[in-house]
């Protein structure tokens, strides 16, 4: 399994629907766990970290998985302005805290009119 | 918007010459990192930043060296830049312990002929 895998999408997504993505990892002693966004030839930013019990910000949710190994991204009631590229970010499980994250190549969402 | 600046935006170099691209933040994190991104690839991390004259290598780090003399400069070198060396280079900043960036830089495309 690689170290952190993502549906590349494109997701085709109406406006107003619920969309979902998951991110696997493969280092089972991975502890912190984040969703960025990328728009088209920006840079990255910080969406939300993923907590263990599960977390909610607006209409976006993350969950976590640990039996499974992976995370989740679900977005409610899509809107044009979340067209981007999320990227599942994870720790890598060893080492110290800094330097040690991983990210995903991300998931294309495009939500159209 | 964070205060976090890279610049050149853009550069057009040739192989064999070094090149130096410069990060600046005005938010005083302790932490920066380096990353670059290539299709195909997930962000990968070149060096960081711990504090000032504190530095580390990143999974990437071959080709590059880094310094950071003042808490807000963080500055990458390519010594002898080579073809692959082309990509979109971003500079991030954070006060986490986690190792998430926070904020990320513009960005800077650096191709070399």
């Known amino acids: 399994r690689k170290e952190v895998e993502q549906d590349p999408g494109p997701f085709n997504v109406p406006e107003g629907a619920t969309v979902a993505f998951n991110c696997t990892y493969s280092n089972s002693a991975s502890q912190s766990f984040f969703w960025y966004r990328q728009d088209c030839r920006k840079e990255p930013k910080l969406l939300m970290s993923?907590?263990?019990s599960g977390n909610e910000d607006g209409r976006f949710t993350a969950q976590l998985n640990r039996a499974s190994q992976y995370i989740s991204l679900l977005i409610r009631d899509s809107k044009l302005s979340d067209s981007a590229t999320y990227l599942c970010v994870v720790n890598k499980g060893y080492g110290g805290s800094q330097g040690n994250l991983i990210f995903g190549k991300g998931t294309k969402l495009s939500v159209k009119p | 918007d964070a205060g976090i600046t890279q610049s050149p935006r853009h550069k057009v170099t040739e192989t064999g010459t070094p090149v130096t691209l410069r990060c600046h933040q005005t938010e005083n994190h302790r932490y920066m990192y380096w990353y670059r991104q290539d299709p195909g690839h997930g962000l990968r991390l070149i060096h960081y930043?711990?504090?000032?004259?504190?530095?580390d290598k990143g999974e990437v780090s071959d080709g590059y060296s880094v310094s950071r003399s003042k808490t807000e400069d963080f500055l990458l070198t390519l010594e002898s830049a080579t073809s692959s060396q082309t990509s979109v280079y971003f500079c991030?900043?954070?006060?986490?312990?986690?190792?998430?960036?926070?904020?990320f830089g513009p960005g800077t495309r650096l191709l070399v002929l």
């Open positions: 991030a900043i954070s006060e986490s312990t986690s190792g998430s960036p926070s904020d």
């Open positions: 930043s711990y504090g000032v004259k504190d530095t």
């Open positions: 993923v907590y263990s």
